[in-house]
């Protein structure tokens, strides 16, 4: 007799468009278990999350109750047929792509969710009676969870936003009711006003947890869209708390009911909960402008790594997103077109570098929070500039408390969201059988699904609701290559191997989302399988920074004798040679998958060696340049024309290239993660000032390469390498276009030119089109003003001292 199974795929995303949906499963077409798996065409509808969703019905032989049956859905994508389930069996030994359930009986429903970003949490549920909010949270462990809500009180609600241990600021409590897999779901009817949506907006509320061990633990939703508080207080640990929700640490604070389908009307909104509202299809709708179209090529970008909190020098205690729109018209006039935003996901603190997060779905209240993050995104579009988030999911933050750590348990072998091997009995100390991976924090449990599951569905929703371009994941290598044991440093091989699974997992489905999605790893391993398809075994990324590259041009942070350090050693002043052989071998390297830099937030004064005893800490570009001298008269001539050469150098390579903010204005003051805010700059003033030469250079050698086919090309030719005379020229030709960057950085000019030999440069003419020694970037004018002509292999330019020309032939 036929058993109805009903098969449901859910996304989770309102905005995703998937094509061809269908069910396969290890099934013939008469029902019956088989090898050669059947498929049919799953029917879209809209399920109760409003999101679309499919779904699709099989009769299978009640002969196979009680068998254990595998099904998959794959999708049509521009890539061809791709699975459409990106999650792989939580075992070590198995990468494969599909479900498993056994047969029970008629009507039986089986469902899979791409993400959980509609499924945890609190969300709205439509339904014949209307649309009620359901609350959701993953505690496997838990004796009982309660759904907790508090109140503010005061003018404009000031007052409140925080739970107390021992139940202080809780208003009502409501009962959750637990499924087979752990997730704990409220019921409407069981909650005041009958669970009606739109009286639970802006709710503020927690998670009253009965642990295994019987103990009471409140705690965020860590699926919150929004965690109340701007400030740094946390009221359990002190100073005394004014009661005042703006001082609130988010980390530790209440969580908040938003509609993920409204936007603020206004950027900024006095009144708290807000009251006037855009739907978001509307606040969307005139996003681009179709003559300035937004890069979404790794090849056409020209990245500028921009710190928010780190804006406002002279103006505000920290920047936020407020300051970061007027900042836009700026980096337009500059003429980058993608900016990578250090993590904005809701971190420890009142201001920060952002790379210990808490809550992967909330952006920082501190800096404006998610409705004024989408007005930032809509404006950065319509300047034609991509948005990259940098994200974080090799560690949590150092802090944990109302949020991952202990969430239902307090032994460390049942900590839900960190990786434990064994049992503490295995150990001398209660954290050895924690994962440490060379970041900050215990290594997240990644064999579990919903801990994978959590980022993946924070990503999901960063490009789905705020139309995010592309990612920056932080540290990479600390999730499939750094894993070891806390006990005794030994290699933790599970570890290694399920960070490698859910960073496939990830790649997978943020291709799904948005095929044209820009993922970018900061890996160190130099792996080639980080920039590899999913399908031929990779992980899946676009490319990776090249660190590498940083560090035989620039080098201030390394006493590394096998790297090149071109700028370090130049800083110097004197006329030792300069190993330009083994920049030249890293240029090459960098050609396809990687981004290069000349200056990162973490070269920007934060990194350090010792020498002779003493630390060495990193500086800015053209700090390093001079090695610290004044940067005053000829010393600053000298550090202009030097860090000309090494922006060039990146700008003209293969690579797509990227800086620091300040770079383009002779940023000068070290920017280190704990006292970044004393160390703001101006970067707008230093433009109208004395950084006016630098950005004039800068916007030359951007428009360039933006204008140029050859230049935004991996082509590249290494025409002349010469280490005595710290030279080095290559050739990028592509599309008919042909180009020659002859770079120096020696403190003499070949006032009378200076032959380069190479059999690619055949006979032809050739013009100046860029040369760092022009009188408008502060040079002393030795250009090439006439046509150079190439005859027998060879051509003669003229080079000043520290100065890149860059010819095309004509």
């Known amino acids: 007799m036929p058993i109805p199974v009903h098969f449901e795929y859910r996304t989770g995303l309102r905005h995703i468009v998937l094509r061809d949906v269908r069910l396969a499963g290890s099934w013939d077409d008469r029902g019956r278990p088989s090898a050669q798996w059947t498929s049919v065409a799953m029917e879209p509808f809209v399920a109760d999350d409003g999101c679309p969703a499919f779904r699709a019905t099989v009769a299978l032989d009640d002969a196979a109750l009680g068998a254990t ?38 009507d039986q429903v089986e469902r899979y969710f791409l993400t959980h970003c509609r499924r945890l949490g609190a969300n709205p549920v439509l339904g014949d009676d209307g649309t009620r909010v359901r609350f959701a949270v993953w505690a496997p462990n838990a004796r009982n969870v309660e759904l907790v809500r508090a109140t503010l009180s005061g003018p404009n609600n000031e007052k409140g936003g925080y739970i107390f241990d021992d139940g202080r600021g809780l208003d009502t409590a409501t ?14 009817a069981e909650l005041p006003d009958g669970g009606v949506w739109d009286r639970y907006d802006h709710t503020l509320y927690m998670y009253r947890i009965t642990r295994d061990d019987g103990s009471i633990a409140y705690r965020t939703d860590l699926f919150s869209r929004c965690q109340i508080g701007s400030g740094n207080v946390d009221p359990a640990r002190g100073p005394t708390w004014c009661g005042c929700r703006k001082s609130l640490d988010g980390t530790k604070s209440c969580s908040v009911v938003v509609d993920p389908g409204n936007v603020t009307a206004t950027f900024e909104s006095p009144a708290f909960p807000e009251i006037r509202w855009t739907k978001e299809d509307e606040f969307w709708q005139d996003e681009h402008d179709p003559d300035n179209p937004v890069p979404r090529r790794l090849e056409d970008l020209i990245i500028y790594e921009l710190h928010v909190d780190g804006l406002a020098a002279g103006r505000s205690p920290r920047g936020t997103l407020a300051d970061a729109m007027a900042f836009l018209p700026y980096l337009r006039r500059l003429g980058v077109n993608a900016v990578e935003l250090m993590p904005l996901a809701e971190y420890e603190g009142w201001a920060s ?24 995104v809509r404006e950065c579009h319509r300047h034609g500039i991509a948005v990259i988030m940098d994200v974080v999911y090799n560690h949590y933050i150092a802090d944990a408390e109302r949020a991952e750590w202990a969430y239902d348990s307090t032994a460390p072998e049942r900590n839900i969201w960190y990786w434990y091997e064994g049992r503490p009995s295995d150990y001398s100390f209660r954290e050895g059988g924690y994962i440490d991976n060379e970041s900050t924090g215990w290594a997240p449990r990644f064999w579990e699904e919903n801990v994978r599951k959590l980022f993946i569905s924070s990503a999901a929703m960063l490009v789905d609701e705020f139309h995010v371009d592309g990612f920056r994941v932080d540290q990479t290598t600390s999730l499939h290559g750094y894993a ?22 990830w790649t997978r489905t943020m291709r799904l989302v948005r095929p044209d999605v820009i993922l970018i790893a900061e890996d160190h391993s130099g792996w080639p399988a980080v920039t590899q398809p999913t399908a031929a075994g990779g992980l899946g990324f676009d490319a990776a920074w090249y660190a590498e590259f940083y560090h035989q041009l620039v080098g201030d942070a390394t006493n590394d004798t096998a790297r090149a350090r071109l700028l370090k050693f130049a800083g110097y002043g004197d ?39 003493h630390t060495v800490f990193s500086a800015r570009t053209i700090v390093t340049a001079v090695n610290g001298a004044p940067l005053i008269g000829a010393t600053r001539g000298f550090a202009e024309g030097r860090t000309r050469v090494v922006a060039g150098l990146g700008l003209f390579g293969p690579a797509t290239p990227m800086f620091f903010m300040g770079e383009e204005v002779g940023a000068r ?17 230093l433009a109208e000032a004395e950084g006016a030469r630098l950005f004039r250079y800068y916007r030359a050698v951007i428009a360039l390469r933006r204008g140029s086919t050859a230049l935004r090309s991996h082509a590249l030719d290494i025409l002349h390498v010469h280490d005595a005379n710290r030279v080095l020229a290559f050739r990028r030709a592509d599309a008919g276009q042909e180009l020659v960057v002859v770079a120096s ?20 003419a050739w013009r100046e089109v860029l040369n760092s020694d022009a009188a408008a970037f502060g040079g002393g004018d030795m250009i090439n003003a006439d046509r150079v002509a190439s005859a027998h292999g060879a051509l003669t330019v003229r080079l000043a001292a520290n100065a890149v020309a860059v010819l095309q032939r004509v």
């Not at 998959?72 to 990468?95: D, H, K, L």
């Open 484 to 505: 070891k044991l806390h006990a005794d440093g030994r290699p933790a091989h599970g570890a290694r191997t399920f960070g490698q699974k859910f960073l496939r997992e």
């Open 745 to 764: 950085l020696s403190n003499h000019a070949f006032a009378d030119g200076y032959r380069i030999q190479h059999p690619l440069l055949t006979d032809g």
């Open 69 to 106: 049956l595998r099904w998959s859905v794959s999708t049509e994508t521009i890539a061809g047929t791709v699975s459409a389930m990106p999650t792989e069996q939580s075992v070590a030994s198995s990468s494969d792509q599909h479900r498993e359930f056994v047969l029970r009986g008629p």
């Open 353 to 376: 570098w952002g790379y210990g997060s808490s809550h992967y779905l909330a952006i920082e209240y501190a800096g404006g929070g998610r409705d004024q993050f989408k007005w930032f």
């Open 669 to 685: 003051e070290p920017y280190r993660y704990n006292d970044f805010i004393a160390h703001r700059e101006d970067f707008e003033a």
């Open 575 to 613: 006329d030792r040679p300069l190993n330009m052989t083994w920049f030249a071998g890293t240029l090459t390297a960098s050609a396809r998958g990687h981004v290069v830099y000349h200056e990162s937030h973490d070269e920007a004064g934060n990194s350090s060696y010792k020498e002779n005893g």
């Open 175 to 188: 009962p959750m009711h637990r499924d087979d897999g752990g997730i704990w779901t409220t019921v409407a």
